[in-house]
């Protein structure tokens, strides 16, 4: 009796044609680029196998920084599963995109709006193939956003036409075709089942009949068929209520099984803390040890280190002490030297004639002496002689200025050039150059019969690097005077 029934046809809203096809459209999109149904779906597969991963890296006491992004990956998995478009199972080998096909054609469901769920999993699977081939695009927004895209859904389960502002993206190239396909699609579901009857309702074109079967008979059939599909939908809902029970037990025993878990790895986490805190009690403990000895060691260090800074400084003082001694004990000898020279040079000057009493000229000679100074490019100095010479003798004197660099190993004589001047009884004399790199200095001014009480060498100019420090010795100056 039900297998002569007719169907009646379900006609989708027009918000749902235009939903669909737009679905299409961003199918049509994607499949430009060779990804086929089954390459969606195989996708989607992984996605399942990643939450699944994420899952039991949460139930791991993951650290926290990953905690955000495996929840977001076990959501995605969630969603998968709810929205019926790819295997529970996971096998990639096995996907072939049918559910896929059947929600762009509008026959998942049939006639009908899908689930929100449904349509964000199936946007959000075309718009990420999508930025990875046209990444351009995808960023410039052609192809809608996610937000956009749930917008429109909502317009189109409210029953109203989804509102299309920008008709350039790219996505909308295909929806004209899209639209036609879903059309056709339409056309050939006012058949039932595809078996060639005509649907349930009286054709426009077809001629009134007069009814077969009297009233009776009619009524008959309706109360049969009503009681048939009354017990088919009994059957159904207890079908359907064992099916939740099951899933509620199985549900059940998975949350008991997860709590279990959980509270295996709390214990566990708190035994590992435990452990951990000793550990580091322990290593604080050492460390306070090593601490303890370490500054006991530099205290003996720093007392050893004053100790050796003292003895130093002693030895430092007597090295000093005797090169002063030393130094000393040079210059006296080489006066007492030069002593015996001029009485030996007087002897002999005597013994050959030259020391007779005569009107013939005699000479005198003066060694005139200064301490020896450090400068720098930038510094004057200033030499000055004694002892001061007597009136009554024609004096010539002998300028000699050594010049050494105070870092023997330095460069600092190469090109060095010094400027100097005399200055007698506070008279300036004409300023004289050395040449470049002379390290000996030699210069004779005659300076008459008088006597001369202030002799000055003025160093003015050194020319050298400007970090470069040279000493200046006047050793082996003298006065010679004649008559």
């Known amino acids: 009796m039900l297998s002569t029934m007719?169907?009646?046809?379900?006609?989708?809203?027009?918000?749902?044609?235009?939903?669909?096809?737009?679905?299409?459209?961003?199918?049509?999109?994607?499949?430009?680029?060779?990804?086929?149904?089954?390459?969606?779906?195989?996708?989607?597969?992984?996605?399942?196998?990643?939450?699944?991963r994420a899952e039991a890296a949460l139930r791991d006491w993951s650290q926290d920084a990953d905690r955000?992004?495996?929840?977001?990956?076990?959501?995605?998995?969630?969603?998968?599963?709810?929205?019926?478009?790819?295997?529970?199972?996971?096998?990639?080998?096995?996907?072939?995109?049918?559910?896929?096909?059947?929600?762009?054609?509008?026959?998942?469901?049939?006639?009908?709006?899908?689930?929100?769920?449904?349509?964000?999993?199936?946007?959000?699977?075309?718009?990420?193939?999508?930025?990875?081939?046209d990444p351009v695009g995808y960023a410039d927004g052609m192809y809608g956003t996610r937000e956009s895209w749930r917008e429109w859904w909502l317009q189109a389960d409210q029953g109203h036409v989804p509102e299309i502002e920008d008709r350039s993206l790219t996505v909308w190239g295909y929806l004209d075709v899209a639209l036609e396909q879903l059309t056709a699609a339409q056309e050939s579901l006012a058949t039932d089942n595809g078996s060639g009857r005509p649907a349930a309702g009286p054709r426009p074109d077809a001629p009134a009949t007069a009814p077969d079967h009297d009233d009776d008979d009619e009524a008959d059939a309706e109360f049969t068929a009503d009681a048939e599909i009354d017990r088919i939908r009994r059957e159904t809902m207890e079908r359907v209520a064992a099916a939740h029970a099951e899933r509620d037990a199985q549900v059940a025993a998975a949350r008991a099984e997860r709590d279990r878990a959980i509270d295996e790895g709390r214990a566990?986490?708190?035994?590992?803390?435990?452990?951990?805190?000793?550990?580091?009690?322990?290593a604080e403990e050492r460390v306070r040890a090593a601490e303890a000895g370490a500054a006991e060691r530099i205290s003996a260090a720093e007392a050893a280190a004053a100790e050796a800074h003292r003895l130093l400084a002693d030895a430092t003082a007597e090295r000093d002490e005797a090169l002063d001694e030393v130094r000393a004990t040079r210059r006296r000898?080489?006066?007492?030297?030069?002593?015996?020279?001029?009485?030996?040079?007087a002897a002999v000057g005597w013994s050959i004639g030259i020391?007779?009493?005569?009107?013939?000229?005699?000479?005198?000679?003066?060694?005139?002496?200064?301490?020896?100074?450090?400068?720098?490019?930038?510094?004057?100095v200033t030499f000055s002689f004694v002892p001061p010479l007597p009136a009554g003798r024609d004096w010539t004197l002998h300028v000699r200025l050594n010049v050494r660099p105070a870092d023997p190993m330095s460069a600092c004589t190469f090109g060095l050039r010094i400027t100097a001047h005399l200055q007698v009884d506070g008279r300036p004399w004409p300023a004289f150059t050395s040449a470049p790199g002379q390290t000996t200095i030699t210069r004779a001014v005659h300076l008459g019969e008088r006597g001369h009480r202030g002799l000055q060498l003025m160093v003015t100019r050194v020319d050298t690097d400007p970090v470069c420090r040279v000493r200046l010795d006047p050793l082996g100056s003298q006065a010679i005077a004649t008559g």
């Open 6 to 52: 007719p169907r009646v046809k379900r006609v989708p809203k027009r918000s749902t044609v235009q939903f669909i096809a737009m679905l299409r459209a961003l199918d049509r999109a994607v499949a430009s680029y060779g990804v086929s149904h089954a390459q969606v779906e195989r996708r989607l597969c992984d996605w399942l196998t990643e939450g699944r």
């Open 333 to 345: 000898r080489r006066k007492g030297a030069m002593l015996v020279v001029v009485v030996v040079v």
């Open 268 to 282: 566990a986490t708190d035994r590992a803390a435990a452990r951990i805190r000793a550990v580091e009690a322990e």
């Open 355 to 380: 020391g007779v009493l005569s009107r013939h000229a005699t000479t005198q000679t003066v060694l005139l002496a200064a301490p020896a100074q450090q400068v720098t490019a930038a510094e004057q």
């Open 68 to 133: 955000e992004r495996l929840r977001a990956l076990a959501n995605r998995k969630t969603a998968v599963e709810l929205s019926g478009l790819a295997r529970l199972d996971g096998r990639r080998d096995r996907a072939g995109g049918q559910r896929i096909g059947e929600l762009v054609a509008g026959r998942f469901p049939r006639g009908s709006m899908p689930s929100r769920r449904r349509a964000d999993v199936c946007v959000d699977v075309f718009l990420e193939i999508l930025e990875e081939n």
